[in-house]
């Protein structure tokens, strides 16, 4: 959002929360109502409807004082398009997609185009029935932007992918790499069955019959029943952490330290913490889920390796053990050079911004 402020567009964002810790400059904050705290929602309602909200508010009805209050919101700011980021917002932008009240922008991403739709024969009725209505399609990566030959086009048939922007010029400076004896592997994600910790752990059990120096830290799955059993299971406790999600400056120290990322997942859109990894400077292996085919080019930018297969994974972890240091940098480098190309923020926000005014016109 900084970078499409910095280029002149007038952007809002309208939520929940009536306070923002951490705003970005020049961009209008909106809420439509507090989840948390009943009398704060009042003050919202009675700010955007008036008196006008007293009949709903001694209903205690919660989402329709919110409803209420989004439809004056969007007829005081007028918006040229609403860029939908997410899918949970589509059941309250529906009714105006439905009556074509504005033009509306839908971003494609993770596991709301990956998964669910395919799971789910209802909501993948629902956007089959939503995506023809719309103004037109966001995608964070080629492959995911495929999805949509299955769940329909926009009525202007306009789709743009358009790779997420990194600041680069923002995050720690890189070091060079240092080989240890010790192997330090690094995942974070939340704990989810589509994030393939089961494999990782299968390939560390495996790696330790060739590599027994070895730690494997995962970040965002501290506690988690599922692999604190299979940690037992597979009998790595001494090899394997699970922590509480880190703050970003403390997660890219983490990450840093690293002797490698892995990111086993079954599916991606793009993984924003592999990128990011790639511009800290720190050697990546994945699995080719998704777009990660993208960014992680064998040889080039990383280790890239079949999804469901710990051997694959195992074997490209003892791979890059055994690599030489400056071949290991050498990959790191480019990595970075590819990073800084197709991730760069302010190329990607001129891209959106001339999406968006394509979709304007």
Known sequence: MKSLVEQGVNVSVIGFNTDNPTPVPGVAYYSIGSNQSYR???TTSVKWQGIKA???IRKANRKHLQEQNLECLLKYLKPDLIHAQWYSVLPWLEPYIEKQTYRVLLSQRGYHTNVRPFVNSTYKTYLQQLYPKLQGLH???RAIAH???VLGMPKTGMHQVVYTGIPCNELPATKPYVKTKSMHIVTVGRPHWIKGYVYALQAISSLLHKYSD?????VGAAHDEELTYLINSYKLQDHVILTQAKPQNALFAL???ASVFLLPSI??????VVVEAMAL???VISTDCGGMQEVVIPSKTGWLVPTRNPSAIANALYDLQQTPEKDIQNIIDQAKAFVLEQHDLTKNAQKMITFYKQLIA
Do not use: C, F, H, R
């Not at 599916?267 to 924003?272: D, H, Q, R, Y």
């Open 139 to 141: 995608s964070v990566s």
């Open 267 to 272: 599916e991606e859109g793009l993984a924003n």
């Open 147 to 149: 999805k949509s030959d």
């Open 214 to 218: 070895v730690k494997y830290t995962i």
């Open 281 to 283: 400077g720190v050697p």
């Open 54 to 56: 007293l009949k709903t």
């Open 40 to 42: 704060k929602l009042i």
């Open 255 to 257: 990450m840093q330290e």
